[in-house]
């Protein structure tokens, strides 16, 4: 059973359409549908989050009913989503908590519209972000000590995100993840964001942000090295190269005037060149071994 609300708010946007590659066909087969069916549960419920036309009880309320889907009892409860996922993880073995904890951020998205330090920042990419790689992570069976990686390149990209939109995400939402006191201590105040071009004091913060990034992004870099399956490993260093670049595309660019995001084509040549990186570094490997 659906919630026609549910529907009535989707977006319309799918997977081809995100920043970053989402179950490309470089991922196996057999993990591709499980990884979609995460896709659709966020998707959903990024939806009803971001909806600028709708009360926050009124979202919490449907979350709730996306929650109720993962949960099961009544036969029918819930949103397809979540039961499709939910299906998902029963039959894998994967724990239902990455999908609880990515409904915990929609949930303070809701509720919260401002962040005062980069600790809170990165508290809220630990569920908005860090769980949606961890469950591709399980999907593919790979150790779980590989996480950290995950989570410093999960949230670089959930950073990237914020930083793309901010002027949208104020101006719509009235969400602003920028910290605070760093606007303050720059002198700059929180209506900026809904001008057409950043200030050089807003440009300097933005790009401070980028900086402690692009450390994220550092830590991360190993992570495709690491991986055993070979075909989510390029994915993976596809996804660390184009984050990389985007950060250097914001250093350069005015996320308030536009342009901070891939043309089809760069993305396109970026993406091919960290893939023939990836699986000559992992054959040069193998060649030794």
């Known amino acids: 059973m659906s919630d026609p609300t549910i529907s009535a708010l989707q977006s319309g946007k799918d997977h081809t359409q995100e920043n970053f590659p989402v179950?490309?066909?470089?991922?196996?087969?057999d993990a591709r549908g499980p990884v979609m069916a995460y896709y659709r549960f966020a998707r959903a419920a990024d939806d009803i989050a971001d909806n600028p036309d709708v009360g926050s009880e009124e979202k919490l309320r449907l979350l709730d009913w996306m929650r109720g889907g993962l949960e099961g009892g009544e036969a029918g409860a819930g949103a397809e989503e979540a039961q499709e996922l939910a299906r998902v993880c029963r039959a894998r073995?994967?724990?239902?908590?990455?999908?609880?904890?990515?409904?915990d951020a929609f949930?303070?998205?809701?509720?919260?519209?401002?962040?005062?330090?980069?600790?809170?920042?990165?508290?809220?990419?630990?569920n908005s972000a860090m769980p949606v790689g961890r469950y591709v992570l399980d999907v593919h069976g790979e150790d779980r000590q590989l996480w950290p990686m995950n989570d410093a390149l999960?949230?670089?990209?959930?950073?990237?995100?914020?930083l793309q939109d901010c002027g949208k995400d104020y101006r719509a939402i009235d969400r602003v993840y920028i910290p605070l006191p760093l606007l303050d201590e720059a002198g700059v105040a929180v209506e900026a964001l809904g001008g057409a071009r950043s200030s050089p004091a807003l440009q300097g913060v933005i790009h401070a942000l980028v900086r402690r990034t692009q450390g994220l992004l550092r830590a991360s870099a190993p992570f495709a090295d690491a991986i055993r399956d070979t075909r989510l490993a390029l994915e993976v260093a596809i996804i660390q190269r184009l984050a990389e670049d985007l950060c250097e595309v914001l250093l350069a660019g005015d996320p308030l005037a536009g342009g901070v995001h891939h043309g089809k084509l760069r993305a396109a040549?970026?993406?091919?060149?960290?893939?023939l990186r990836q699986g000559t570094r992992r054959c040069f490997i193998r060649t030794r071994s």
Request: aromatic letters at 8%; proline letters at 2%.
């Open 23 to 29: 179950a490309s066909f470089l991922v196996r087969p």
């Open 93 to 103: 073995g994967i724990t239902l908590a990455h999908a609880h904890e990515l409904l």
């Open 107 to 126: 949930e303070q998205d809701c509720l919260k519209n401002r962040y005062q330090s980069w600790d809170e920042l990165m508290a809220y990419c630990r």
């Open 154 to 162: 999960c949230a670089a990209l959930q950073i990237i995100n914020h």
């Open 269 to 275: 040549r970026l993406a091919l060149g960290a893939a």
